[in-house]
Nanobody, 126 residues
Framework: QVQLVESEGGLVQAGDSLRLSCAAS????????MGWFRQLPGKGREFVST????????FYVDSVKGRFTVSRDNAKNTVYLQMNSLKPEDTAVYFC???????????????????WGQGTQVTVSS
């Protein structure tokens, strides 16, 4: 069973930066893509960012473009999310996600991913 282990989030002020990491267990696991979703208070999960493992192609939700950067370490099966210029509306529980093969679903869809991290709280104060 593949497990995704996320780093701790944190409490920061608006304009600050945070970096999240997520490592996938399993010596033979090679993801098709790894990325991030977030759950805002009282709402469902929404797509944030993802990266294709082979090509390095990245995708971002419009609200984080220019502020967040997703990257990967192929040797460690680890994905990172560098979050700059954080805003109060970024406050959410951030979930790491990994897919193992291409599907009929897009990279933006939650159902395209097979494995999920435990979630980590990021709180941005005004």
């Amino acid at each position: 069973q593949v497990q995704l282990v996320e780093s701790e989030g944190g409490l920061v002020q608006a304009g600050d930066s945070l970096r999240l990491s997520c490592a996938a267990s399993g010596r033979t696991f090679r993801p098709y893509a790894m990325g991030w979703f977030r759950q805002l208070p009282g709402k469902g999960r929404e797509f944030v960012s993802t990266i294709r493992w082979n090509t390095g192609r990245t995708f971002y939700v419009d609200s984080v473009k220019g502020r967040f950067t997703v990257s990967r370490d192929n040797a460690k099966n680890t994905v990172y999310l560098q979050m700059n210029s954080l805003k109060p509306e970024d406050t959410a529980v951030y979930f790491c996600a990994a897919s193992q093969r291409v599907t009929v679903y897009s990279d933006y869809e939650e159902r395209a991913y097979n494995y999920w991290g435990q979630g980590t709280q990021v709180t941005v104060s005004s």
